[in-house]
């Protein structure tokens, strides 16, 4: 059997201006590692909405980590004034990984 080991995996709905401010937080934080992922739309609290190429205004970007308990928290906790104050999306589950050493 494989073992596993478990890890918190965080996931960040940004806006498209605010995207920069994650990243350079998240570093900032110890986060080594991360992935961008492009959203085509979707629908919340304010209603739908959709990724407007031509201008950019409405796009986002999902943030995604893996990282250890430690780590998770600090990241939390550095994008704690933003989250309120610009209506970031933070979702944290636990996860199991192959390969625990590299998170």
Do not use: N
Not at 42 to 56: E, R, T
Not at 63 to 91: N, W, Y
């Amino acid at each position: 059997m494989i073992q596993t080991t478990r890890r918190r995996k965080i996931e960040v709905l940004v806006d498209g201006p605010l995207l920069r401010l994650v990243v350079s937080t998240a570093q900032a934080a110890g986060v080594s590692g991360y992935t961008l992922l492009p959203t085509a739309g979707g629908a919340g609290a304010s209603g739908p909405w959709s990724d407007d190429q031509v201008s950019g205004a409405q796009s986002k970007t999902l943030f995604m980590t893996i990282l250890t308990q430690e780590k998770a928290d600090a990241l939390i906790e550095a994008l704690a004034p933003v989250l309120e104050s610009h209506g970031l999306l933070l979702a944290m589950s636990d996860v199991d990984v192959v390969r625990g050493g590299k998170f």
